[in-house]
T-cell receptor
């Protein structure tokens, strides 16, 4: 049972344009959401997070939006840069539970120069 | 400050063998979690250790086991290897203080290939 889903395995975006990565979840107990970025031969690195009490969190070029009623979150990258080419994982956690991160299957983002 | 280190980085084994992977967390971090990454499956949680005790466990068979030492270093073992165990095994450490979510820092992973 995949509780966190990233339905787009890959995405290609022109440099300078907006990249939008999507993530859906099914467990309404999740109260904290994260995005990780992963380059080949490296471990995932934390990018940005959002608590369920918010609907938006911004950090520089990265913004995460949360729509609790739709159980959907998205990561916006503006403007997209070649260094953003990586695999992006969405993750969710119920912080008052066992604090186990549940990851999506990842989206490979390719920025076209 | 040194990051999470994992050894070995690459490993090739044959079916039926067993393997032990090692993870050294960031200094001061007491929690170590293990994940399996395979194409199309994302990162699947294996287990978490805190203060030498397994605190959480994912849905993996008993062939997958782990332990944590008093210095917080952790090992995971896979016995009777199967072809499907070929994956990238990631270790993550966190401070695991109470009251809020504790960010997990990942190591580079061990790439296991089972032939």
């Amino acid at each position: 049972d995949q509780q966190v889903k990233q339905n787009s395995p890959s995405l290609s975006v022109q440099e300078g344009r907006i990249s939008i990565l999507n993530c859906d979840y099914t467990n309404s107990m999740f109260d904290y959401f994260l995005w990780y970025k992963k380059y080949p031969a490296e471990g995932p690195t934390f990018l940005i997070s959002i608590s369920s009490i918010k609907d938006k969190n911004e950090d520089g070029r990265f913004t995460v939006f949360l729509n609790k009623s739709a159980k959907h979150l998205s990561l916006h990258i503006v403007p997209s840069q070649p260094g953003d080419s990586a695999v992006y994982f969405c993750a969710a956690i119920y912080t008052r539970g066992n604090e186990k991160l549940t990851f999506g299957t990842g989206t490979r983002l390719t920025i076209i120069p | 400050k040194a990051g999470v280190t994992q050894t070995p980085r690459y490993l090739i084994k044959t079916r039926g063998q067993q393997v032990t992977l090692s993870c050294s967390p960031i200094s001061g971090h007491r929690s170590v979690s293990w994940y399996q990454q395979t194409p199309g499956q994302g990162l699947q949680f294996l287990f978490e250790y805190f203060s030498e005790t397994q605190r959480n466990k994912g849905n993996f068979p008993g062939r997958f086991s782990g332990r944590q030492f008093s210095n917080s270093r952790s090992e995971m073992n896979v016995s009777t290897l199967e072809l499907g165990d070929s994956a990238l095994y990631l270790c993550a450490s966190s401070r695991a203080t109470s009251g809020s979510y504790n960010e997990q820092f990942f190591g580079p992973g061990t790439r296991l290939t089972v032939l």
